[in-house]
């Protein structure tokens, strides 16, 4: 199925009750502790966090920093009910609509550069701090 026809991509309220649960699976090892202090974090005027929603349920969230003409992806994560149904992309392709002459710039695990090399970045791995594979991802609109 795909949820393409359903989705409204809006910002998302950082009291939205329903946000730690969507956003948890983005955060390395999420403790509840972990993942309050994630969200304050968009309370900085240079972060923003949009949302994925069918009807009133949250089902995605992307949230990301601009500074100047690049933007960092900091979390993507789509609940596991909905994932592969396209709306990690919706949610992606709503940043770049709004970034031409920018930098979109991701740093991800193994698991999600496949997302990324299909969205048009360009990835290249290196040692992470813990010792894991990591890539950076980038691409220019």
């Given at each position: ?12 309220n ?11 699976g ?17 309370k ?9 929603f069918i ?16 933007i ?11 994932q ?27 698991e ?8 048009g ?12 594979l ?5 691409i220019?609109?």
């Amino acid at each position: 199925m795909n949820a393409e026809n359903k989705i409204t991509i809006k910002s998302v309220n950082l009291d939205d009750a329903r946000l730690p649960s969507v956003i948890h699976g983005a955060i390395g090892n999420p403790s509840p502790e972990k993942v309050v202090e994630v969200i304050e974090s968009y309370k900085n005027p240079d972060h923003a966090i949009i949302g994925a929603f069918i009807g009133d349920i949250l089902v995605g969230v992307l949230g990301f920093c601009k500074a100047s003409e690049v933007i960092t992806i900091h979390h993507i994560s789509v609940s596991l009910h909905y994932q592969r149904q396209g709306i990690g992309t919706l949610l992606l392709e709503e940043v770049k609509k709004g970034s031409k002459g920018c930098k979109i710039m991701a740093e991800t695990d193994v698991e999600s550069v496949d997302f990324y090399t299909k969205s048009g970045f360009t990835c290249h791995g290196f040692n992470g701090p813990y010792g894991n594979l990591r890539h950076k991802c980038e691409i220019n609109l």
